[in-house]
């Protein structure tokens, strides 16, 4: 079975502190994505990697960076965090197949 | 730019209860069309389907997309109460690197 898993189910943070959120798969997938999920929006793209290193911007990028440093490993990061990225984060991955593969989701709170 | 809409936002129904989730889509280039189930934590994979009138069938959950008039239902029958989840319909673009575009969510609530 893959296994997706994510550093914190829960995390409270406070305004511009700078925030990290890891993924980590296990099943050696080229791409991996990270997602976040607001009430009445789904889920919406912010970033995605298709190989160590390599990065593109989703849907909306603005205020996140991130990093693939190894193949199975994504990081998102919050440089400064503002109240806006409240938010559930979700990671996927995949490999050659349309079929993403999802973590449980860290809900953020930024105080 | 790409849209996809799923209907109703919420349903109530008792168990027992046969229900129908609707996904309609506007995109360039369509793969593919997937439908997720998401309880408390992380959406987990229902079905994928590439071809019109295949049905894809799962127990009491099946699933069915048209091509031409660009939508996909999701039927679940007998309904039990496991089956309260939100559930997600997704699409998949040719070219881009198995990008998703979701929708919002079809909440599901089955009471006893």
């Known amino acids: 079975d893959v296994k997706v898993t994510q550093s914190s189910r829960y995390l409270v943070k406070r305004t511009g502190e700078k925030v990290f959120l890891e993924c980590v798969q296990d099943?050696?997938?080229?791409?991996m994505f990270w997602y976040r999920q607001d009430p009445g929006l789904g889920l919406r793209l912010i970033y995605f990697?298709?190989?160590?290193?390599?990065?593109e911007k989703g849907d909306i990028p603005e205020g996140y960076s991130v990093s693939r440093e190894k193949k199975e490993r994504f990081s998102l990061i919050l440089e400064s965090a503002s109240t806006n990225q409240t938010s559930m984060y979700l990671c996927?991955?995949?490999?050659?197949?349309?079929?993403?593969?999802f973590g449980p989701g860290t809900r953020l709170t930024v105080l | 730019e790409d849209k996809v809409v799923q209907s109703p936002l919420s349903l109530v129904v008792h168990e027992g209860d046969t229900v129908t989730l609707n996904c309609s889509y506007e995109?360039?280039?369509?793969?593919?069309l997937l439908w997720y189930k998401q309880e408390k934590k992380a959406p987990t994979f229902l079905f994928m389907l590439t071809s019109s009138g295949i049905e894809k069938k799962s127990g009491r959950l099946s699933s069915i997309l048209d091509k031409k008039e660009l939508f996909s239902i999701l039927n679940i029958t007998a309904t039990q109460t496991g089956d309260s989840a939100i559930y997600l319909c997704a699409v998949a673009k040719t070219g881009t690197a198995s990008k998703l575009t979701f929708g919002t969510g079809t909440r599901l609530q089955v009471t006893l």
């Open positions: 099943m050696d997938h080229e791409n």
């Open positions: 990697s298709y190989d160590v290193k390599m990065k």
């Open positions: 995109v360039t280039n369509f793969r593919s």
């Open positions: 996927a991955s995949n490999t050659y197949t349309d079929t993403q593969y």
